[in-house]
Nanobody, 124 residues
Framework: DVQLQASGGGLVQTGGSLRLACEASGFDFDDFAMGWSRQAPGKEREGVACISSEDVTFTTYWIDSVKGRFFISRDNAKNTVYLQMNDLKPEDTAVYSC???????????????WGQGTQVTVSS
């Protein structure tokens, strides 16, 4: 079965850091570009970042406010994609989920499976 297990969220003060991890199983992880999206209460889901599947990886970030603060990476040996989040702000509060993506900005479920997400709460 395809699984996308996100972890690493929590409650942090403004200016703090968190590192999210999403461990994948049940499919050929290194064949997919992988990314993180987020959904804040009462708002639509928005794509955050995507990293390609090639050995020489390419990354894209889709929210201007996270550029220079968030960094996406992957470890294909561990079937895991990470999101390092620095200098967190209250507006970063959301449920963060991993999924497949395209560098053009589409985020989609892997064989119908969307990661359950991890809650990030940034207090002011």
């Amino acid at each position: 079965d395809v699984q996308l297990q996100a972890s690493g969220g929590g409650l942090v003060q403004t200016g703090g850091s968190l590192r999210l991890a999403c461990e994948a199983s049940g499919f050929d992880f290194d064949d997919f570009a992988m990314g993180w999206s987020r959904q804040a209460p009462g708002k639509e889901r928005e794509g955050v970042a995507c990293i390609s599947s090639e050995d020489v990886t390419f990354t894209t970030y889709w929210i201007d406010s996270v550029k220079g603060r968030f960094f996406i990476s992957r470890d294909n040996a561990k079937n895991t994609v990470y999101l390092q989040m620095n200098d967190l702000k209250p507006e970063d509060t959301a449920v963060y989920s991993c999924s497949a993506c395209t560098l053009g900005g589409d985020f989609y479920a892997v064989f119908g499976i969307w990661g359950q997400g991890t809650q990030v709460t940034v207090s002011s």
